[in-house]
């Protein structure tokens, strides 16, 4: 049972740069969602989707993008990266339409210079 | 707006010395408060759901309890590998919000 799959684990990048957090889960769950944590802040949801075809901004969505073309990839895409995008990036899935019971990844670390 | 708040942020204590976590909570509707665990680089971990007051929930050494403004998570006779970060989280609509969570040591 692999449950949420996040890659890659570690990620450098420069200002200015983008990429994509993969995020993927074999729960056939139907919400998902990405948070970010920094220290002191706890976590916060950036974007999150209950179901394919359907996403919508959480708390912090300025500077990422979603999709969600099947029930079970997620992707967070960053445009162009900038330094307050330093953080520890989570992604987290239920098998409800809503948040509920969250299971979580591993967590992505993601360092902007 | 929907706010947790977490205290203390750490907590020390020695082994088999029991303690309790606090969350307070302010939000429009609430439609469930979660418990986390969360260990040194992973992600969290469920522990709980209370969906209202007076609610209890015990998993081992572990008890939540909810009133209409906080959430207790007592911790009975800890052992070192209770240590973690415990993330309090409420849910009002379609999102969750989390507390900053306390960091838990247990001594031997």
């Known amino acids: 049972n692999a449950g949420v799959t996040q890659t890659p684990k570690f990620q450098v990048l420069k200002t200015g740069q983008s990429m994509t957090l993969q995020c993927a889960q074999d729960?056939?769950?139907?919400?998902m969602s990405w948070y970010r944590q920094d220290p002191g802040m706890g976590l916060r949801l950036i974007h999150y989707s209950v179901g394919a075809g359907i996403t919508d901004q959480g708390e912090v969505p300025n500077g990422y993008n979603v999709s969600r073309s099947t029930t079970e990839d997620f992707p967070l895409r960053l445009l162009s990266a900038a330094p307050s995008q330093t953080s520890v990036y989570f992604c987290a899935s239920s098998i409800t339409g809503i948040p509920g019971e969250l299971f979580f990844g591993e967590g992505s670390r993601l360092t902007v210079l | 707006e929907d706010q947790v708040t977490q205290s203390p942020e750490a907590l020390r204590l020695q082994e088999g010395e029991s303690s309790s976590l606090n969350c307070s909570y302010t939000?429009?509707?609430?439609?469930?408060l979660f418990w986390y665990r969360q260990d040194p680089g992973k992600g969290p971990e469920f522990l709980f759901t209370?969906?209202?007051a007076g609610e209890e929930k015990e998993k081992e050494r572990l008890k939540a309890t909810l009133t209409k403004k906080e959430s207790f998570l007592h911790i009975t006779a800890p052992k070192p590998e209770d240590s973690a970060t415990y993330l309090c989280a409420v849910q009002a609509r379609v999102d969750m919000r989390f507390g900053a969570g306390t960091r838990l040591t247990v001594k031997p």
């Open positions: 209370l969906y209202s």
């Open positions: 729960m056939n769950h139907e919400y």
């Open positions: 939000v429009s509707g609430l439609r469930g």
